[in-house]
């Protein structure tokens, strides 16, 4: 049986969850779908996004807010690759070192005129990720149970 404080722990571990399951289908959707090839800097995000999908999974069922231990670097360090994605999109001429399967600004599949990219997409799901993450750290700080701040 779980406490009434464990209710918006879930919720936020939930959300956290769908926000990354979300993303790691759409990525398996581009290459496996789409047959669009993912460059270096795709993978470096896959690889951060998709254990996000099974840690906030099994947090949300066992309603371990402390996870947010394992949540944010990963998803920190992967808003820092798409923030850094997303740069190499917009301007074209820095996208030299950017390789595997073409440069970054080589595959640009636009959704919404062009405003959503790829990268673009990515760095919304981390930036979500975190923000929930972050949620997670002020929960535990106002219940008593840890930090009120990561860095703490």
Same mark, same amino acid.
């Given at each position: 049986?779980?406490?009434?404080?464990?209710?918006?722990?879930?919720?936020?571990?939930?959300?956290?969850? /769908?926000?990354?399951?979300? $993303?790691? @289908? #759409? =990525?398996?959707?581009?290459?496996? %779908?789409?047959?669009? *090839?993912?460059?270096?800097?795709?993978?470096?995000?896959?690889?951060?996004?998709?254990?996000?999908?099974?840690?906030?999974?099994?947090?949300?069922?066992?309603?371990?807010?402390?996870?947010?231990?394992?949540?944010?670097?990963?998803?920190?360090?992967?808003?820092?690759?798409?923030?850094?994605?997303?740069? /190499?999109?917009?301007?074209? $001429?820095? @996208? #030299? =070192?950017?390789?595997?399967?073409? %440069?970054?600004?080589? *595959?640009?599949?636009?959704?919404?005129?062009?405003?959503?990219?790829?990268?673009?997409?990515?760095?919304?799901?981390?930036?979500?990720?975190?923000?929930?993450?972050?949620?997670?750290?002020?929960?535990?700080?106002?219940?008593?149970?840890?930090?009120?701040?990561?860095?703490?």
């Amino acid at each position: 049986m779980t406490d009434a404080r464990s209710a918006p722990e879930r919720d936020l571990l939930a959300a956290l969850t /769908l926000v990354a399951s979300v $993303a790691t @289908a #759409g =990525s398996l959707y581009f290459s496996l %779908g789409l047959g669009l *090839v993912p460059c270096e800097l795709c993978w470096y995000q896959r690889i951060l996004m998709y254990p996000l999908v099974v840690v906030g999974g099994v947090a949300a069922v066992e309603a371990r807010p402390g996870a947010w231990r394992t949540v944010l670097p990963l998803s920190l360090g992967g808003l820092a690759v798409a923030a850094y994605h997303v740069y /190499l999109q917009v301007t074209p $001429a820095a @996208a #030299g =070192s950017c390789s595997i399967g073409g %440069g970054c600004a080589a *595959v640009q599949y636009p959704m919404l005129g062009g405003l959503l990219t790829i990268p673009r997409l990515s760095l919304l799901a981390f930036l979500l990720v975190s923000l929930l993450a972050l949620g997670l750290v002020r929960l535990e700080g106002e219940s008593g149970g840890g930090p009120t701040s990561p860095w703490q």
